[in-house]
């Protein structure tokens, strides 16, 4: 709101020569902002509301004497308050039609008394201004003119509507703490920050007293590690960048050339990638101990939430990302336009501090008749020091009141504040201990609130550290999917629902998913699955999915026979529980053993129908990912097939949201590994939509779109589309993303789409700077990558005006230089590369001499097959070079070359022969040589 | 000596048989337990100088106080009058163990009627207002700058009775209070402790059962 109203009372100067505020949308609604402002001033801040204006505030009302009530001395054509200043004047004065008011909380009354006439009281006073205080010499310098009232009454909306309002203290802790990590090379976050003055006002600000009034607290001049020196100006409304402002006593530069943001760290952090990057990372840590320290955590709190606690900061899992974050405090209310439920609460606060046990339990009771849901209840109860009455219930002995406390806590837990106002007072310790209650209905509340408090971070954290998981683990233990119950077991098992739900809160955190572990939960929860119960379900499914993130869970998901619940759940009418069962058979069907249980216990199905509740979207998310990771077995892509799962699924390439995408395409690049598939995703219109997706930003989903392009592309028909729509320049192109991931994986849907398209060589050609790009990836630091274009420059240098294009990049000493690696898959197709460019002109010389013949000679001794073959078939194509064979012979290749003669494959045996041939041949010319000297 | 408390044994068995036929949720052992018990504490009273046939006023609140943890006076004088259904001023063998079936082990039901006839004061039916108030009385504390001490009792009491009186009479019939403690258990006992609690319980059904059967 601040910024916009900065913004809206610039354009009102503009305007005010005409001293008439125009009639616009955006004049009415700065109106209404200013009458609201002005309405709760003396409420959210009476310091202020009373401080008495030096210059009454002057304009025609259209209030009479009548109007006003008492605090005020009222005459026939006079009406005074009674409130008055230092030296005696009435704080507001009425001589109709001219009303003087002297402070803000007269303003605020005068408004009141108003009623319906209050925004057009509120324009008159702004206009009125204007006509008694336009004054023909404006002068900036006079900072206490006259002039300058709407500015500062805009201004003052500005400040205190702004939720976080900088000020000159908390600026100052700002300048300090970085100042601190300023210096030390590329280890700092910024070279170097100071002020552009030295002085400072007894008021903590540092710009001339003329630029205070626009809100400017001080100048800063910092020099980051990695861009220009950036001109800063810090005001109240916020830290932005200036004109240039480098000394102080400069008369321009003052105005604002970027957007303001709420802090210096977020504007450093949007114009220095250095600096983001450092305070992201351990800086962070300090800088909120530190601001803590200096009591202006708040904004602080708000920006690095994310990491809410110092040593925790990066422990946690993904998922906590999907989380809320935390939010700053809320002001409390305001006195005057509270409902009627505040005072009856306030009411019912105080009798429960007061009463004893009977009268407190009836409170309580009283106080579960408020819907609890609502938020200004929520919040009445925390703003009249309810919850702290609530949480030291929970400490008394008795269980009654206990239970009154936890059932009024577990419901206003759903807000998000109260939450964390729960943990700031120790609450969640207090719940923990509740755990341990002979009572059976008390520990479930307990549970029950748990699982609503921790759904942030730090409150789960906090359960872990009070001993809750070990806890709330022990309230599972009940017997589950007994036919009769006696009133007691039924109790347990209600007990175990709410374990279960607080354990599925809890289980957000990676270290709560050990602890979970670590208390034997895993079992439990897998008795717990064969409940027939979904309100036991849910959670307890809910948990496991989460936790199947860990590999050990994964693991004992699997041997603890869970698979075979999770597959019968996955037919409950239950959207949400299909989803959870479905989003932990993904996680776990990593594992072979794992996708072979689906399919025996009959799961393939069911996971395709689920694919027809296409509009619940986090649904069909899961059962793709599902069928995604049960289609990496070839069989359960059969069984797929026979329930028609590919043509549903080439259906869902359009209009699907990223993380539905990347599932889809996974699933199609699996299913195309089988050739009938290629056509058939070809036939129900998949290739289009797949190609399309090459353009998509999101790296998860590229590597799965390249996969399955590459898939495609093996087949010609398939080929001709893609080429046709471009499909080879989009793979190529995503060379140039930075995730290896995505360039290894693009690398080899290139090498299909050239092998397979009809003029690939042209087609790659016309690329430009593709070629360099290759050669370039060739100094990757990652395996896969380079095994990946190794794989492509053998396929691209099949064409020999390529290969001559590659070689004068300089293709050949970059291949020589990866020949040391022991990766084998890397070995394998460098050596296709080094036999596929030794056909262009003097390369085989070259290769031999940038010293790759001997590490390929040892690269021969590698046991794997494909190693041997490929390494075979480069030794050979090198064995042309006389050179290469002297190299040869004397690495002693012809041993291993010999015993490879004899193998089963004819194109080893061939090329390991071709080699002796060449080296023996070599000897003969040697000798018929010697002996041609020697008889001349 | 031994001849007369084998007589004596002999009766008291015949007598608890006789009453587990009409005390609901106890079996004929513990009956006979709860004959002992009472004839310990009747024992107790006669032997500080009283000869009554049954537990008086004096010995039955001093052990409502001691063995159940129930210290309210207004409360426990009610549980007297509660047990005391023939209004003899004595609570009989039998109307011990009947109290006290309700008293260990009733049902949500028994409760509910007992704890009724317990706030019923004036016995007619009904919690008007005065009861409650005399019942709620004094347990806010920390009035000072307020007027009427029973202000903010008075208030609570309109509170209460804008929640439980469902048909809008004034006062409390059973069946408002009834609907209001099935709906909400907590207010079973919501002007006045008058049943003991669970720990209470387990500590006395372990003394008089299990301490017995083993002697």
Redesign the interface.
């Given at each position: 709101m601040g910024i916009s109203l900065t913004r809206a009372a610039q354009w009102t100067m503009v305007s005010s020569s005409t001293a008439k505020l125009a009639s616009t949308p955006m004049n009415e609604s700065l109106l209404k902002e200013i009458l609201h402002f002005v309405e709760h001033f003396s409420s959210q801040h009476p310091q202020e509301a009373e401080h008495v204006f030096e210059e009454p505030l002057q304009w025609s009302t259209t209030l009479v004497p009548s109007d006003f009530k008492t605090d005020y001395d009222i005459s026939d054509s006079d009406v005074q308050s009674h409130e008055r200043d230092s030296e005696g004047h009435p704080l507001l004065q009425l001589s109709p039609p001219t009303v003087y008011v002297r402070s803000f909380s007269q303003l605020s009354k005068l408004l009141h008394l108003a009623d319906d006439k209050k925004l057009a009281e509120v324009r008159a006073c702004l206009e009125g201004k204007f006509e008694s205080n336009l004054h023909p010499k404006q002068s900036n310098h006079q900072h206490s003119s006259i002039t300058h009232r709407l500015n500062v009454f805009v201004l003052l909306v500005t400040v205190y509507s702004h939720p976080i309002m900088l000020n000159p203290k908390a600026v100052k802790n700002e300048v300090e703490i970085l100042q601190m990590f300023c210096g030390g090379g590329d280890k700092g976050l910024l070279k170097s920050l100071r002020y552009t003055s030295d002085f400072q006002f007894s008021n903590g600000y540092r710009a001339p007293l003329w630029r205070q009034v626009q809100g400017d607290i001080c100048y800063l001049v910092i020099e980051p590690c990695d861009t220009e020196t950036l001109y800063i100006t810090c005001s109240t409304a916020g830290s932005f960048l200036n004109g240039g402002i480098k000394q102080e006593g400069e008369e321009n530069g003052y105005e604002r050339t970027s957007d303001a943001y709420e802090d210096l760290v977020t504007l450093l952090k949007s114009r220095s990638p250095h600096f983001a990057d450092k305070i992201n990372q351990t800086y962070r840590v300090l800088i909120v101990c530190l601001i803590k320290k200096a009591e202006v955590a708040l904004v602080y709190f708000r920006k690095t939430s994310a990491g809410a606690l110092p040593g925790e900061l990066f422990s946690e899992s993904s998922t906590e990302s999907e989380e809320e974050e935390e939010q700053p405090y809320r002001h409390p209310e305001t006195n005057t336009d509270l409902p009627s439920e505040y005072w009856q609460i306030q009411?019912?606060v105080?009798?429960l501090k007061?009463?004893?046990?009977?009268?407190t339990?009836?409170?309580?009771?009283?106080m579960?008749?408020f819907n609890l849901m609502q938020e200004s209840c929520q919040m009445a109860i925390q703003d009249t020091g309810g919850l702290k009455v609530l949480l030291n219930l929970l400490d008394t002995d008795e269980?009654?009141c206990k239970?009154?406390s936890l059932k009024i806590l577990r419901t206003i837990s759903h807000n998000s504040q109260i939450r964390r106002v729960i943990v700031d007072m120790k609450g969640v310790q207090s719940i923990v201990k509740i755990l341990d209650s002979?009572?059976k209905e008390l520990k479930a509340l307990a549970a029950e609130t748990i699982a609503n408090v921790a759904k942030f971070r730090r409150a789960r954290r906090n359960v872990r550290l009070y001993g809750g998981i070990n806890k709330l683990v022990s309230l599972l233990d009940c017997l589950p999917n007994f036919a009769s119950l006696t009133p007691s077991q039924e109790e347990d098992i209600e007990v175990a629902c709410c374990g279960a739900l607080a354990l599925w809160s809890c289980s957000r955190s990676t270290k709560n998913k050990k602890a979970i572990r670590k208390a034997g939960g895993i079992p439990l929860l897998g008795r717990l699955l064969k409940s027939p119960l979904q309100k036991m379900l849910i959670p307890v499914v809910g948990t496991l999915q989460e936790c199947a993130s860990e590999e050990s869970y994964r693991n004992d998901i699997q041997t603890l026979g869970m698979i075979k619940d999770l597959v019968r759940n996955l037919s409950s009418d239950n959207d949400e529980l299909q989803m959870h069962c479905a989003s932990a058979i993904f996680k776990c069907a990593e594992d072979k053993q794992t996708r072979d249980l689906v399919r025996k216990y009959k799961g393939l199905q069911p996971l395709v129908s689920l694919l027809h509740k296409a509009d619940n979207k986090q649904l069909l998310a899961a059962a793709t990912g599902a069928i995604w990771k049960c289609s990496i077995s070839q069989e359960n892509v059969t069984k797929f097939q026979e329930y028609k799962a590919l043509e549903i699924l080439v259906n869902l390439l359009t209009d699907q949201p990223e993380e539905v995408l990347v599932n889809v395409v996974g699933a199609l690049g699996e299913f195309a590994q089988i050739p009938a598939n290629k056509a058939a995703i070809r036939e129900f219109g998949g290739i289009k939509p797949l190609v399309k997706l090459l353009t998509s930003p999101n790296q998860a989903l590229l590597v799965n779109v390249t996969k399955a392009v590459g898939a495609c592309a093996t087949n010609k028909d398939n080929m001709v589309i893609i080429d046709q729509l471009d499909g080879i320049r989009l793979v190529w192109s995503l060379l140039k993303t930075p995730s290896a991931d995505v360039q290894s994986s693009a690398a080899w849907a290139l090498c299909a789409c050239i092998e397979n398209a009809e003029d690939a060589g042209e087609t790659a050609r016309s690329l430009i700077g593709g070629f360099q790009l290759i050669v370039k990836l060739l100094s990757s630091t990652n395996n896969e990558v380079l095994a990946s274009i190794c794989a492509a420059i053998c396929k691209i240098a099949k064409d020999e005006e390529n290969l001559a294009i590659l070689t004068d990049f300089g293709v050949v000493p970059s291949l020589a230089k990866l020949t040391n690696t022991t990766h084998d898959r890397l070995r394998h197709h460098l050596a296709d590369a080094i036999a596929q460019c030794c056909m262009w002109g003097s390369n085989r010389a070259s290769f031999g001499e940038a010293g790759a013949v001997a590490p390929l000679v040892r690269n021969l001794k590698s046991k794997e097959g494909s190693v041997q073959r490929s390494t075979a078939m480069a030794l050979y194509q090198l064995s042309r070079n006389p050179n290469n064979c002297i190299t040869m012979h004397e690495k002693e290749v012809v041993q291993p070359l010999i015993h490879m003669m004899g193998s089963d494959d004819e194109e080893l045996q061939e090329a390991a022969a071709g080699c002796v041939r060449s080296i023996r041949l070599l000897y003969m010319a040697n000798r018929n040589a010697e002996l041609f000297t020697f008889r001349n | 000596m031994s001849k007369i408390s084998a007589v004596n044994k002999r009766a008291t068995q015949t007598l608890a048989e006789n009453i587990s036929k009409q005390v609901e949720h106890f079996s004929k052992k513990e009956v006979e337990c709860l004959i002992r018990e009472f004839n310990v504490l009747v024992a107790e009273q006669n032997n500080s100088g009283r000869a009554v046939h049954g537990l008086d006023r004096g010995k039955f609140i001093s052990t409502l106080h001691s063995i159940f943890g129930l210290t309210d006076d207004r409360m426990t004088g009610r549980v007297f009058r509660t047990f005391d259904k023939d209004n003899d001023s004595v609570v009989s063998m039998k109307e011990w163990i009947e109290g006290l079936s309700v008293f260990l082990r009733g049902t949500l039901d028994e409760k509910i009627k007992y704890c009724f006839t317990v706030y019923d004061l004036n016995g007619d039916n009904a919690i008007s207002r005065e009861e409650m108030l005399h019942m709620?009385k004094g347990?806010?504390?920390?009035?000072p700058n307020e007027e009427d001490p029973d202000e903010?009792i008075k208030?609570?009491v309109e509170?209460?009775l804008k929640?439980m009186d469902y048909d809008h009479d004034g006062k409390l019939s059973f069946e408002d209070f009834e609907k209001t403690v099935k709906d909400?258990n907590?207010?079973l006992?919501?002007?006045?402790?008058c049943l003991p609690d669970?720990r209470r319980i387990e500590m006395f059904e372990r003394h008089v059962f299990q301490e017995q059967f083993e002697q």
């Open positions: 009411k019912l105080k009798y007061d009463g004893d046990q009977i009268v339990v009836d409170t309580l009771c009283a579960m008749d269980h009654k239970i009154g002979p009572v | 709620l347990r806010l504390i920390r009035q903010g208030d609570l509170i209460i929640k909400e907590l207010l006992e919501a002007f006045g402790t669970f």
